[in-house]
């Protein structure tokens, strides 16, 4: 691998409204590498990555920083771009109703005839062993594939530097890694990769050179072989956490949620959730483990009752039948959900933090319709307290918040309503590692006051960590159920590939 180093920060500075959240860094990154950037949410990773792409032109930050040997000002996000430096976002800038061939060329400048561009792009495809076809629809492909059209995109411009920000963070391990098997490739063309994540198990085995940042400075930059886990942990919290799950504080009550032959087909007749039966009990954690499209997010929302198609099963809470055919009545029973995807179903961004913690509780907060504002304001006082919410008060917009205080504001939200069972879809995706660890003490809190916990997760050693019982699906049945002292990240895989009942 290269020494030469392609990009040089000098003291960079960031300020927001007189608030520094960059204090002076220096960073030198060498050509042909894969430079991983880690931190918790609000460390400044993804602002210095602003930076360096001109989404934050010069002019807005202080310090100054050389890309090949020369001084960078970048005005705009176009003129990074000529210079050679792409950021591939987690929302992925492309045009859904536009063909591959065209998203590729979108915005690049190049006035090209079709059939040049459709050649362009299927030589790319090539080099990266990438199997699309240029004229396929960008709306018809999948995630993974999706995040392949927009590293083409970054290539045809002869970008230099590709700066990816949570690239897996929706994707199958399957198109993690082949992700990663074309970083690499990149990395060999002499190609640089800045890369940001919260997974640090990925950081580890892809990177060649890890920096750590925490509230705004630059802790430490080391090869990647000189760090574990541990250690990286404790680098960017500032402190060592007593293992990475919370142990077990209490033993499981009388049964809560019993669930029995939950079936759910979708409009085209698809059998998604097939005869499932499970139960958890008070004080419980129960995990559910299975490949994407196994049919865990469709039977947790089967139990909530907002999952579409026809669903057929019985649904019982301390022993008797609740009916569930809408979120409204699984709340009222005392059922919660906190949704996997927390922008689109968990939050509404706009509103402010009491605002979202009490939409779900509106009834008991409501005297004949109308909002009793310091019930609302004492309650939601009460949870951001309660789950150690970050915020600068209750009237805080919730975009504004890190995704680890989101997440909180997600679960307090369906605290309010004082559930018996809480169902948490992906509970820490997008999450800083300080954060997650403080989502675990919090579910082992809630399973202390007596409350049914159900978990989905496609972090293994997350499920394996926390959960009192596991149960492992596979085309939408459950194939195996393992308690804690049982369960191992190869018998999980075993029940979650196995064929057959």
């Known amino acids: 691998m290269s020494a030469e180093v392609i990009l040089k920060l000098c003291g ?30 609000g460390a400044g990773k993804s602002t210095l990555m602003k930076i360096l792409s001109g989404v934050y032109p010069a002019g807005e930050y202080g310090g100054e920083f050389f890309l090949k040997g020369a001084k960078a000002r970048f005005h705009g996000i176009k003129a990074a771009q000529r210079a050679g430096i792409e950021i591939i976002a987690q929302e992925l800038e492309l045009v859904l109703q536009m063909r591959v061939y065209e998203n590729v060329f979108l915005g690049s400048g190049q006035k090209l005839p079709e059939s040049e561009m459709i ?29 392949m059209v927009a590293i083409a995109k970054a290539l045809v411009k002869e970008a230099d530097v590709l700066i990816f920000d949570e690239p897996t963070a929706a994707l199958s391990e399957a198109e993690s890694q082949k992700l990663f098997f074309i970083l690499r490739e990149l990395r060999e063309k002499g190609i640089t990769i800045l890369y940001i ?27 990647a072989d000189r760090f574990d886990e541990g250690g990286l942990i404790a680098c960017m919290i500032g402190r060592e956490l007593c293992g990475r799950f919370p142990p077990a504080l209490c033993e499981p009550g009388e049964e809560v949620l019993s669930v029995r032959g939950m079936s759910a087909q979708d409009s085209a007749g698809r059998r998604l959730v097939d005869g499932v039966s499970l139960s958890v009990r008070a004080g419980e954690i129960v995990g559910i483990a299975g490949l994407m499209g196994a049919g865990r997010t469709e039977l947790v929302r089967c139990i909530f009752g907002a999952q579409p198609g026809r669903i057929s099963g019985e649904i019982m809470l301390c022993g008797r039948p609740a009916a569930v055919s809408s979120p409204r009545e699984a709340i009222r029973s005392g059922i919660g959900l906190v949704s996997e995807d927390r922008k689109l179903e968990g939050l509404v961004g706009m509103l402010d933090v009491m605002q979202n913690i009490t939409m779900a509780g509106l009834g008991p907060l409501s005297l004949h319709g109308v909002m009793l504002d310091g019930e609302a304001r004492r309650q939601a006082g009460y949870y951001v307290e309660k789950l150690g919410i970050r915020c600068t008060g209750l009237y805080q917009r919730v975009e504004g918040l890190s995704g680890g205080n989101q997440q909180k504001v997600c679960i307090a939200k369906f605290l309010l309503p004082k559930p018996r069972v809480l169902i948490l879809d992906e509970p820490t995706r997008g999450v800083d590692v300080g954060a997650k660890y403080e989502i675990y003490e919090l579910l082992r809190r809630l399973a202390l006051e007596g409350v049914a916990v159900l978990i989905v997760s496609s972090d293994l050693p997350e499920v394996l960590g926390l959960s009192d019982r596991i149960l492992v699906m596979k085309d939408g049945r459950i194939t195996g159920e393992l308690s804690r002292q049982e369960a191992t990240q190869e ?3 075993y029940y979650a590939t196995m064929e057959g009942n």
Do not use: C, Y
């Not at 362009?120 to 995040?147: E, H, N, S, Y």
């Open 12 to 41: 960079i500075k960031k300020e927001f409204s007189g608030v520094r959240v960059l204090h002076g860094i220096d960073l030198a990154v060498r050509s042909g590498e894969i430079h991983a950037l880690v931190g918790e949410n």
């Open 491 to 493: 018998r999980v895989m």
């Open 197 to 223: 994540s919260h997974r640090l198990g990925e950081v580890l085995a892809l990177s060649d050179t890890i920096t750590v940042l925490r509230d705004g400075r630059l802790v430490e930059t080391r090869l």
């Open 119 to 147: 050649d362009r792009t299927m030589k790319v495809f090539r080099r990266l062993g990438i199997p699309l076809d240029p004229l396929a629809p960008v709306g018809g492909l999948g995630v993974g594939q999706r995040q």
